[in-house]
């Protein structure tokens, strides 16, 4: 995938063809493990090395790619896959071609494609179960999940981080984080999670107005992408196109520091980008009289760092 946006195929443009009978070396990644390790697959039916028999997309993938373009978007495909013949980290086709794939569908399938573990436990009866009596887990969960997180998720839990609110995407899972943060500052302005709600709250919420829909805001760096729901969207400053069309709320950007590296080599300068960042954070908090920010956004990385303090 990568490979394919090296080549100029970036979204929403003509895919300029690759040379059949190019090959894709894949000595850089190599290089940077150790002898045995470049020497072992990651897999053991992996391919030496990327096969490519055809222009991308192919006879085969154009003519899907039309056939899918009557009822789907299809102005952002990089590629068409062919995911039953993926393997590991290698990308198919539906020509044949078999490449290197360092985009991972956004980093999302770390363990490769058609992973053996994950395909045997897709047939477990555990895993039907999951998937043919999907619970509304609020209100029915299963007599399994309190072992199924306390063996699973909260296993990779940080430290001190021991309840689970489960999502089913980034921009949920962030969402779900801002809600909590102005959740927080508002039970704290109420007097606690005993407090009850007013009247006026329970009231005013049914019309979208204060006090029950507080002027809260989160406040987000430029060029960080946060998802694409509505709150999420306001958050995310990086392309336009992700946001046009869109209501947003009116919430604050800030400057994000751009370091340079390597940092020891610029570390003054860098030192210098995170204080005018940190300054300009302090600042919008304190001055945003009409929706003070209840919550840093996520940072750029994708980690949602609220903070309810404010
Ligand atoms: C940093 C970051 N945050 C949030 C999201 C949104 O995740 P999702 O597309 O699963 O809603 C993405 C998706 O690419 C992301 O890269």
């Known amino acids: 995938m990568a490979a394919l946006r090296a080549a100029g195929a970036g979204a929403g443009k003509a895919m300029r063809p690759l040379s059949p009978s190019r090959s894709f070396a894949t000595g850089g990644a190599l290089r940077m493990a150790s002898p045995a390790a ?54 198919a086709d539906p020509d044949g071609n ?97 407090a009850d709600f007013s009247a006026e709250e329970l009231e005013s919420a049914m019309r979208n107005e204060a006090p029950g829909s507080p002027p809260l805001s989160i406040l987000s760096f430029r060029q960080g992408f946060h998802g694409r729901l509505f709150g999420t969207l306001s958050t995310t400053r990086s392309k336009p196109i992700h946001k046009l069309d869109i209501p947003a709320f009116d919430w604050p950007q800030a400057t994000f520091p751009q370091t340079r590296y390597p940092l020891d080599e610029h570390a003054a300068a860098n030192a210098a980008a995170e204080q005018a960042s940190l300054d300009e954070v302090e600042h919008l908090i304190r001055t945003r009289a009409s929706a003070p920010p209840a919550a840093s956004g996520p940072t750029t990385t994708g980690t949602c760092r609220t903070r309810p303090t404010w």
């Not at 899907?64 to 990308?91: H, P, Q």
């Not at 609020?138 to 999940?145: M, V």
């Not at 839990?157 to 508002?186: C, H, Q, W």
């Open 98 to 194: 078999l490449l290197l794939d360092v985009y991972a569908q956004i980093a999302s399938i770390p363990v490769g494609y058609n992973n053996a573990a994950l395909a045997e436990a897709a047939r477990t009866p555990e895993m039907v179960d999951a998937l043919i009596n999907r619970p509304a887990l609020g209100n029915f969960p299963s007599h399994t999940w309190a072992s199924l997180l306390r063996t699973g998720i909260l296993r990779v839990a940080p430290r001190g981080l021991d309840n689970v609110y489960t999502a089913m995407a980034g921009s949920d899972a962030n969402e779900i984080a801002y809600k909590a943060a102005f959740m927080y500052r508002r039970q704290r302005e109420r007097g606690g999670p005993e």
């Open 38 to 91: 470049a020497a072992a697959p990651f897999r053991p039916d992996e391919p030496a090395g990327p096969v490519v028999k055809t222009p991308i997309p192919g006879p085969v993938a154009t003519r899907l790619i039309e056939e899918l373009g009557e009822s789907f978007e299809t102005r952002s495909v990089n590629m068409m896959a062919d995911y039953s013949k993926s393997v590991g980290n290698y990308i």
